[in-house]
């Protein structure tokens, strides 16, 4: 890789420790990945927030970094692991609140904004098209290549928290056009479709894509299929980004037997539990949706609904979040189904879910069964 | 053999060899350096202490921070050698100071089970 005098200063410690540890991680990346220079980003969106995720050695890690660390662009962040808000409701040790707050503190020190959320590109304005950004949450970055114009890798903890101190990034894989490029179509053969039928086709296209892969035969979807699709694809592989329309080279289908084997690795058990909803957060409109399905039902069971604390206010102003706690559910800002200490396999043996991503955490994770099936189901089955 | 290095440092230990691509953050438990991961090839093998061979690594990026938490739990592998580096793994690894590199397809197909090789990522070789 080439670097310039500057970047070649830091990285050997010129401008202190800090930023020697950023340039080293971003060249170990581009080395990786075959970058031959690092350009600049505009925005860079961290993980690595939820203590159950980075424990103590993320925990301490971030700790002695906020000591002298600053972050140079916008920053922003997933979610952690509970509400403080309403944490008093859980059964959560008092160590792990405190082991998050320090997380928190940690992040909030360096300057990042504080969006708890892995949905950026629905609750922040997006920049023109083509920038360079660096999302490290995987549905994001998929999104943000994807439907948002922006340009990314699927980047690490890591890349991204390396890219927030410096504003750089290594100009390799997705962030060359020519890589964008799939050589790899899927198409589409599942006549019935909903967001789980898209989070599975994700799924299945994560594991079989490299970098890029083109979907035929998909079209209209809704807010909740786009977001189900690039959380399945980036829960089960490493491609980042997906164009819609048949391209050039290798065909695969993706039918109902190809579907149901999905099926059959996610879904562990006929009922579950508890529902959880939300893995990406649910944005406003996803929101709107289930206020409007829930009319006149409840839920017999507890659910647990997954939002950024972005959109609270509007929530309340148009009366979803009455309908929602009218129902039965119970709001959640901040945090997220995936790895939350909230779902407890000590006190619950198995999850109702409508999310791939979800799904995958919840069993490998968090060690229970899920029953992987769709909003309409849940709301048809689980309420009344 | 000739390898390209991705994190600069040397090893020297036996191999652990995976068939499948390694999902950090949902397949291993990071403070015991265990494979828990039921559809994984290495499951319940421990990849502490080890030079962890593996095609890749996929799934969530915060992986990366398991690869750490694995480095300060005292589990973590000596170095790792991949067919290709994805950016979880590099990542982790150059944050947690441990090797990695990536072997060519003919070469990395030689590495098997148990075998002990040194491994000097600042050289670029494995012996």
């Known amino acids: 890789m080439e670097l310039t005098k500057e970047e070649e200063e830091a990285l050997d410690g010129k401008q202190g420790e800090t930023l020697a540890l950023a340039y080293r991680t971003l060249v170990a990346i581009g080395e990786a990945s075959n970058a031959d220079r690092l350009i600049p980003i505009e925005w860079a969106h961290l993980s690595g927030v939820n203590y159950n995720t980075i424990g103590d050695a993320g925990k301490e890690f971030l700790s002695q970094l906020s000591k002298d660390a600053r972050f140079k662009v916008k920053t922003t962040v997933n979610p952690m692991g509970f509400d403080f808000d309403s944490v008093s409701q859980y059964k959560l040790d008092d160590k792990f609140i405190e082991n998050q707050r320090s997380i928190k503190n940690s992040y909030e020190k360096m300057g990042v904004i504080p969006s708890y959320s892995c949905i950026p590109y629905e609750i922040f304005d997006v920049p023109k098209q083509g920038t360079h950004v660096s999302f490290a949450e995987s549905n994001a970055a998929i999104y943000a290549n994807s439907f948002s114009g922006l340009k990314t890798n699927k980047e690490g903890a890591f890349s991204a928290l390396a890219s927030a101190l410096t504003g750089k990034s290594p100009c390799s894989d997705l962030r060359d056009d020519d890589v964008r490029k799939p050589n790899l179509t899927i198409r589409m053969k599942v006549e019935s479709r909903d967001e789980l039928t898209y989070g599975m086709l994700g799924y299945f296209a994560g594991k079989v894509a490299g970098s890029s892969v083109a979907l035929s035969g998909v079209n209209n979807l809704d807010k909740r299929s786009c977001k189900s699709l690039c959380a399945g694809m980036g829960t089960s592989g490493a491609c980042g980004m997906f164009t819609f329309g048949e391209e050039e080279g290798e065909k695969i289908d993706f039918d109902k037997n190809e579907m149901q084997k999905i099926h059959d690795e996610l879904n562990t058990s006929e009922k579950g539990d508890l529902i959880t909803l939300g893995s990406p957060q649910l944005g406003i409109e996803e929101i709107g949706d289930l206020a409007l399905m829930l009319k006149g039902r409840s839920f017999q069971k507890r659910c647990m609904i997954f939002c950024p604390r972005a959109i609270k206010g509007q929530m309340t102003d148009l009366g979803y979040t009455n309908e929602i706690k009218r129902a039965g559910g119970e709001l959640l800002y901040d945090c997220c189904t995936c790895l939350s200490p909230l779902v407890d396999n000590k006190e619950v043996d198995s999850v109702v879910t409508n999310s791939v991503k979800g799904a995958y955490y919840l069993r490998t994770s968090n060690n229970v069964d899920v029953n992987l099936k769709s909003l309409k189901r849940i709301v048809e089955e689980e309420t009344k | ?127």
Do not use: W
């Open chain 2, 1 to 127: 053999m000739n390898v390209k290095i991705i994190v600069r440092g040397k090893a020297q230990g036996s191999l652990l060899v995976a068939k499948n691509p390694i999902n950090f953050l949902g397949g291993i438990d990071k403070k015991s350096g265990l494979v828990h991961d039921k559809k994984h090839d290495l499951f319940g093998k421990s990849i502490g202490n080890k030079i962890l061979v593996f095609p890749f690594g996929v799934g969530s990026s915060v992986g990366a921070y398991t690869i750490y938490s694995l480095k300060y739990n005292n589990c973590a592998p000596l170095a790792m050698i991949c067919l290709k580096a994805d950016l979880t793994t590099a990542s982790g690894c150059a944050i947690s100071n441990i090797p990695l590199v990536v072997a060519g397809k003919n070469d990395y197909d030689l590495l098997r089970e148990n075998n002990q090789v040194t491994l000097d990522a600042i050289a670029g070789k494995i012996l």
